[in-house]
């Protein structure tokens, strides 16, 4: 059973695109994260949810939406796409704001051809 | 400003031990975390440290000293399957944010 999951784990697609990255937990933790590893293999942080409720909107363009439906969700979609959004996206989760360690999903390869 | 600083690249060889520093300025500290990165995976979780000291997991430990901003994560009795990147980062306090460091690549070696 993988406690973070991720789909899909490879996407590629053409500039001005609309795609979505879904992300689930199973490990009953009540925040979530996304971050964005680029090139260089600097890990981001992007947004967090603790439980539905949005509390970490980094510094990202509006083109990025999450969603969380619910707290074992957090979902990321991308509209009109950019080549510089070409990166691996990791979901986590952590057992509260804060709390504890991230556990990691296993990333989301985008490029942005 | 946030700032996590990590050496890029290190080599060592097998059974060797190496460390790995790391030196932070955050506005405000609430722990440290080291994880470890293999090409193409996710990041895992080594260590955490929120109190000056040592704490050590078996072939790994980590140290902190939160007066000089600094810790460094220790491989002994390296294996080649240690070869990875090992990534620190700290959670600020009033905040829910784990800031990264870029990270340190580590080879080993036969």
């Known amino acids: 059973d993988t406690a973070v999951s991720q789909t899909p784990k490879y996407l590629v697609t053409q500039m001005g695109n609309d795609k979505s990255i879904k992300c689930e937990q199973n490990?009953?933790?009540?925040?979530m994260y996304w971050y964005k590893q680029d090139s260089k293999k600097f890990l981001k942080i992007m947004f967090s949810?603790?439980?539905?409720?949005?509390?970490i909107n980094e510094t990202v363009p509006n083109r990025f939406s999450p969603k969380s439906p619910d707290k074992a969700h957090l979902n990321l979609h991308i509209n009109s796409l950019e080549l510089g959004d070409s990166a691996v996206y990791f979901c986590?989760?952590?057992?509260?704001?804060?709390?504890?360690?991230?556990?990691f999903g296993e990333g989301s390869r985008l490029t942005v051809l | 400003g946030q700032n996590i600083d990590q050496p890029t690249e290190m080599t060592a060889t097998e059974g060797a031990i190496v460390q790995i520093n790391c030196t932070y300025q955050t506005s405000g500290f609430n722990g440290l975390f080291w994880y470890q990165q293999h090409a193409g995976e996710a990041p895992t979780f080594l260590s955490y440290n929120v109190l000056d000291g040592l704490e050590e997991k078996g072939r790994f430990s980590s140290f902190l000293s939160r007066s000089k901003g600094y810790s460094y994560l220790l491989l002994k009795e390296l294996q080649m399957k240690d070869s990875a990147s090992y990534l620190c980062a700290v959670r600020g306090s009033g905040t829910y944010k784990y800031i990264f460091g870029t990270g340190t690549r580590l080879k080993v070696l036969a």
């Open positions: 949810y603790n439980n539905k409720e949005l509390i």
């Open positions: 986590a989760s952590s057992q509260g704001p804060g709390t504890g360690e991230l556990f």
């Open positions: 490990l009953g933790h009540d925040t």
